[in-house]
């Protein structure tokens, strides 16, 4: 009777070691498989791009523009419209270094219905008339996706480029 309770002990024993095995493996499955979306999902995430992207325009510029960014940036944007997103960044943000003199700068991005893009700055401003070449190429892109592109003073000096494309699932 004892002999027996002693075996069965033993396979249940062995059963359980088996299955806190398994397990072990899963979890370090799940754990490398959470840590390689990660890696890849942070740094290609639009959101890490905008601000790397901003970063990398500092030392142009002279000063690090405020970053502000709403709503559901990695999730509701595809990844075309954030590519269009990023070259309008950059072109705004190459405007603002070269012709503006300014002394600071918002980046403000938002995910709505639409999305919308916000670069101000407290420089010079936009002169009347002259060449339209990468304010051109911004309105094009907007328009392009059913958007808009406008540029307008900034009460208190500079300029407010606005830049919207609607989003397709809304
Ligand atoms: N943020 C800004 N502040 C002051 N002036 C600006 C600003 N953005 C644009 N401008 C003025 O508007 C003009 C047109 O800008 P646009 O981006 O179309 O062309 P560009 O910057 O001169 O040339 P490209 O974009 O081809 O390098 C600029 O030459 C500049 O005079
Ligand atoms: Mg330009």
Not at 145 to 152: A, F, I, L, M
Not at 157 to 170: E, N, S
């Given at each position: 009777?004892?002999?027996?309770?002693?075996?069965?002990?033993?396979?249940?024993?062995?059963?359980?070691?088996?299955?806190?095995?398994?397990?072990?493996?899963?979890?370090?499955?799940?754990?490398?498989?959470?840590?390689?979306?990660?890696?890849?999902?942070?740094?290609?995430?639009?959101?890490?791009?905008?601000?790397?992207?901003?970063?990398?325009?500092?030392?142009?510029?002279?000063?690090?523009?405020?970053?502000?960014?709403?709503?559901?940036?990695?999730?509701?944007?595809?990844?075309?419209?954030?590519?269009?997103?990023?070259?309008?960044?950059?072109?705004?943000l190459s405007?603002?270094?070269?012709?503006?003199?300014?002394?600071?700068?918002?980046?403000?991005?938002?995910?709505?219905?639409?999305?919308?893009?916000?670069?101000?700055?407290?420089?010079?401003?936009?002169?009347?008339?002259?060449?339209?070449?990468?304010?051109?190429?911004?309105?094009?892109?907007?328009?392009?996706?059913?958007?808009?592109?406008?540029?307008?003073?900034?009460p208190g000096?500079?300029?407010?480029?606005?830049?919207?494309?609607?989003?397709?699932?809304?």
């Open positions: 009777m004892a002999a027996i309770k002693i075996t069965q002990k033993r396979e249940v024993a062995v059963r359980v070691q088996r299955a806190v095995d398994d397990l072990d493996d899963t979890i370090r499955q799940i754990r490398s498989s959470i840590f390689a979306l990660q890696a890849t999902g942070d740094e290609e995430s639009l959101r890490s791009r905008v601000h790397a992207l901003v970063d990398s325009a500092a030392e142009q510029l002279g000063f690090s523009p405020s970053v502000r960014l709403d709503g559901l940036l990695d999730t509701a944007v595809d990844e075309e419209t954030g590519e269009q997103l990023l070259a309008v960044v950059r072109e705004a405007n603002v270094a070269r012709h503006a003199h300014a002394g600071e700068a918002v980046v403000a991005i938002d995910v709505g219905d639409d999305l919308t893009l916000r670069v101000e700055d407290d420089g010079v401003g936009i002169g009347e008339g002259g060449r339209r070449s990468g304010l051109r190429n911004m309105t094009d892109r907007a328009e392009g996706c059913g958007g808009s592109c406008t540029t307008r003073p900034r000096g500079g300029t407010i480029l606005a830049w919207r494309v609607p989003l397709k699932d809304g």
